[in-house]
């Protein structure tokens, strides 16, 4: 069982910056692969981001070159750094786990909100 808390959502003008922070409960925190989506408004869930247990990335196009997805496996804690933040970023925010042989995500956390305003 793995519990997920995000942080680092917030306000922000568009053409700025955003770390959001997602805290996992556990020991087997290492052996997960991680992933962010968000949800805007109106708009079903989508996949942003994720990273294996041996730190490889990847990223939906729509935000390839802004977006960059990191873990620290010593803080139980994946990143998500946001750059040149658009409107359309506009949305929450999830951080979700699945085993890194698994291509479900079983565990989610609550979400953070981003608002990027024009």
């Known amino acids: 069982q793995v519990q997920l808390v995000e942080s680092g959502g917030g306000l922000v003008q568009a053409g700025g910056s955003l770390r959001l922070s997602c805290a996992a409960s556990g020991r087997t925190f290492s052996t997960y692969a991680l992933g962010w989506f968000r949800q805007a408004p109106g708009k079903e869930r989508e996949f942003v981001s994720g990273?294996?247990?041996?730190?490889?990335?990847y990223y939906a196009e729509s935000v390839k070159g802004r977006f960059t997805i990191s873990r620290d496996n010593a803080k139980n804690t994946v990143y998500l750094q946001i750059n040149s933040l658009k409107p359309e970023d506009t949305a929450v925010y999830y951080c979700a786990a699945r085993w890194d042989w698994s291509t479900t995500y079983d565990y989610w956390g609550q979400g953070t909100q981003v608002t990027v305003s024009s």
């Open positions: 990273i294996r247990r041996n730190g490889a990335a």
